[in-house]
């Protein structure tokens, strides 16, 4: 069997991987005082469930309903613009929701992070918005530029 370059980075990426989880798991069961091994088994499952039973269907029925919706040369843009959209508004769930201030300091979440979200969904869809009238932009042209066949 021939080793390529390729196989042999894959090979040392996932060995370097594999390492890196081993570390990660090795930590989490042996300081269970500063990781709450139980808690965090909790989380791990509850997010597997979460995405199997929630974010693949969700995210199924809206690429179908795209499909029906939104026209081919458009449709790649508003998905980019929803899977932005959704990784913006996950990653900064705990913070536009609140989780982990504290009413006695308010330096703990200083910013109005929902509004924050919003400024950067709206920016997102703003630019979706240019992309696709580029795109209707440039297809009129092609249409206009198209000889007669009379």
């Not at 613009?81 to 536009?96: F, G, H, R, T, Y």
């Not at 201030?101 to 969904?121: E, H, K, Q, W």
Request: proline residues 7%; hydrophobic residues 55%; charged residues 10%.
């Amino acid at each position: 069997m021939k080793t390529t370059p390729a196989l042999a980075l894959r090979g040392l990426l996932a060995a370097a991987g594999l390492a890196v989880l081993g570390y990660g798991i090795h930590g989490l069961l042996t300081m269970e005082r500063a990781t709450h091994p139980l808690q965090a088994a909790r989380w791990l499952i509850g997010g597997i469930l979460i995405h199997d039973l929630v974010a693949v269907p969700v995210t199924a029925v809206v690429g179908l309903l795209l499909t029906r919706l939104v026209r081919a040369p458009y449709r790649a843009v508003v998905q980019g613009a929803l899977l932005v959209s959704a990784a913006v508004a996950l990653a900064s769930l705990p913070l536009w929701r609140g989780y982990g201030g504290s009413p006695d300091n308010p330096t703990v979440n200083p910013l109005p992070y929902g509004r924050n979200l919003a400024i950067v969904l709206g920016a997102v869809w703003a630019g979706a918005a240019a992309l696709i009238a580029v795109r209707v932009a440039r297809a009129r042209r092609r249409l206009g530029s198209a000889p007669d066949p009379s």
